[in-house]
């Protein structure tokens, strides 16, 4: 048997808005344009380079398909878009006025950010690695302290998340204990969105399945951080720092 996913229908609100966004953003090439009557039109373009799966430009009709424009999946990625070159794309992709949603994120299997397309859809723009660069042995806890210190900089809570096992704790001492990655994630959200935050580490040590992580911020604050990591992934965090300094130096009213 020899079978292959040649067409996904994607729903527009214009033939002519919608090429223009496919062949000059997302440099697409059009392979086919045939009126059909009627005003209709059969639409189809592709990625360059390898021929592959290819999407039909449907534009919508009448008001239950067009309530569906942009919202195909209710929210989550619709379509991944695979590149040999994902810095090359993304800066181009960036230049032309795409909106990419999240920073990129480089996980075990690749590197990736989501974009959104001129509708609201959502796309991952995606580099594998290649079967023998993915099978690789887990972060040290070290490894896992200096990632989540970038990230932490970067400021990108999604990412910061995916350092975590889904039963992740996260105890800084001034606070109650965080359960779960989720839950971490909607912390970072609310950290970075309350304040502009750094990290300098000052000295990262690793000790068996445990990071220490001595830091300082641009302010002068001083703290640390304990990362218990099994596997590549942190289990168990406690952070040690001074809330009230924090607070006043951000000008936050305390709690």
């Known amino acids: 048997m020899n079978q292959h996913l040649s067409l996904v229908s994607l729903l527009v609100p214009d033939y002519d808005e919608a090429l223009t966004f496919f062949t000059s953003a997302l440099n697409f090439e059009l392979c086919e344009d045939t009126p059909l009557g009627g005003g209709k039109r059969w639409v189809v373009v592709r990625p ?32 991944f878009l695979a590149t040999d070159d994902f810095d090359r794309d993304h800066a181009r992709m960036t230049a032309a006025g795409v909106r990419f949603v999240e920073q990129p994120r ?12 001129s509708w ?43 350092l975590y096992d889904a039963d992740a704790v996260n105890h800084q001492v001034v ?19 309350a304040a502009d935050m750094a990290c ?11 990071a220490i992580l001595e830091w300082i911020d641009p302010l002068g604050l001083r703290g640390c951080g304990f990362f218990t990591v099994k596997a590549g992934r942190i289990v168990f965090q406690r952070g040690y720092w001074d809330k009230l300094s924090f607070l006043r130096q951000h000008c936050l009213p305390p709690d």
């Open 200 to 210: 300098i580490p000052e000295l990262i040590h690793e000790a068996g399945d445990v």
């Open 106 to 117: 480089r996980e075990a299997y690749g590197v990736v950010a989501v974009f959104e397309d």
């Open 48 to 79: 360059r380079g390898r021929d592959g799966s290819r999407l039909l430009l449907a534009r919508a009709s009448g008001p239950a398909q067009a309530a569906r424009i942009g919202d195909q999946t209710g929210g989550r990625v619709f379509l």
């Open 175 to 193: 606070h109650e204990p965080i359960v779960g990655k989720r839950a971490i994630r909607e912390m970072f959200l609310r950290q970075f969105a």
């Open 120 to 162: 609201g859809n959502r796309w991952d723009l995606i580099q594998r690695k290649i079967q023998s660069e993915a099978i690789q042995a887990p972060m040290t806890p070290r490894q896992v302290a200096e990632e989540w210190v970038r990230r932490f900089n970067a400021g990108d809570a999604d990412a910061l998340a995916e």
